[in-house]
């Protein structure tokens, strides 16, 4: 089996497959925010480089691969392996933009098969490729994530004395500009959704205690895209970014978890917290179709 990656996403949802069915014989072709996801949970991994797509592909008895927005690298496998009659299935780790995931010069390029991780992403994909089969199998990913919140939360420290919040970033403008070429394009921007986070964090009551603030950017963001929001802007109120903590320890650590349609969201979910949206125009994430975000611009009080 031929395994291909590039975006975070797709490669954190196929290395824990990957990990978890070792019974295969793999090659593996990576790159992007994807080789430090698969470094991070296969052992000794060894990888080729994107020129040796085609040798690779024609080697393979099937082609796996996740789906990116950021690159093409995966829609070139998906062809070629069509091309070559190579069974190719594509794991979706998301929610949004699935004819997006599949466009390669304004043409859609399908695999022979869709996996999804649970039954919201299984009903979407079956509307929208009503001729591909969809398979439904248990998340690898979320299974992950389940048993790192619970070994988080046996080494975390009870005794905090303030309300912490986690805000997580994505490159809504990044995206935009590629695909439209206008970074306003969604109506908003990450900087947008995030000074409208500021700015009503500053007019809720928090005369109970102190307010905690951390900034997690998207891994495909660079460091310090979000360093000049990392001051106290307030009485009680102290931002910083985030630096070595994992995502799943800055979940565990927060009571409250914010953002637009992040998979960190459906993570924080999976943690037991509260979960909100905060999207310029929008009351409720435009991209995530699970119960139980909701909108931080109702909020009164914390």
Not at 160 to 175: A, D, F, M, R, T
Not at 237 to 253: H, P, Q
Not at 259 to 274: D, H, T, Y
């Amino acid at each position: 089996m031929l395994v291909i990656c590039y975006d975070a996403g797709g490669a954190e949802v196929v290395s824990a497959w990957v990990r978890r069915n070792p019974d295969y014989h793999y090659r593996f072709i990576l790159d992007g925010p994807a080789i430090k996801v698969f470094k991070s949970k296969i052992t000794g991994l060894e990888f080729a480089d994107c020129s040796n797509l085609v040798h690779l592909v024609d080697q393979s008895t099937m082609v796996l691969t996740g789906t990116s927005w950021a690159s093409d690298l995966e829609k070139e496998a998906i062809r070629y392996s069509k091309e070559r009659q190579v069974k190719v299935a594509s794991f979706l780790d998301h929610w949004c933009n699935y004819l997006e995931r599949f466009q390669l010069d304004d043409v859609l390029v399908l695999p022979d098969e869709i996996w999804v991780g649970d039954t919201y992403a299984q009903h979407i994909a079956e509307e929208k490729f009503s001729d591909v089969p969809v398979r439904l199998i248990e998340n690898p990913y979320m299974m992950d994530i389940r048993e790192e919140i619970n070994q988080c939360r046996d080494k975390q420290d009870t005794g905090k004395g303030c309300y912490n919040i986690l805000y997580v970033c994505e490159p809504v403008s990044v995206h935009a500009l590629k695909d439209s070429g206008r970074e306003d394009a969604v109506g908003y921007t990450e900087f947008e959704a995030m000074d409208l986070f500021i700015s009503h964090l500053k007019v809720l009551d928090h005369s109970d205690g102190e307010i905690q603030v951390r900034i997690r950017s998207h891994p495909s963001e660079p460091a310090d895209k979000y360093a000049h929001y990392a001051k106290s802007y307030s009485s009680g109120l102290g931002i910083t970014l985030c630096r070595e903590t994992s995502l799943i320890e800055d979940c565990v650590w927060s009571d409250m978890v914010v953002g637009m349609n992040s998979m960190a969201l459906i993570i924080a979910l999976e943690a037991g917290r509260k979960v909100f949206c905060c999207i310029p125009g929008h009351s409720k994430p435009t991209g995530l179709p699970h119960e139980g975000i909701l909108n931080f611009l109702e909020l009164k009080k914390i």
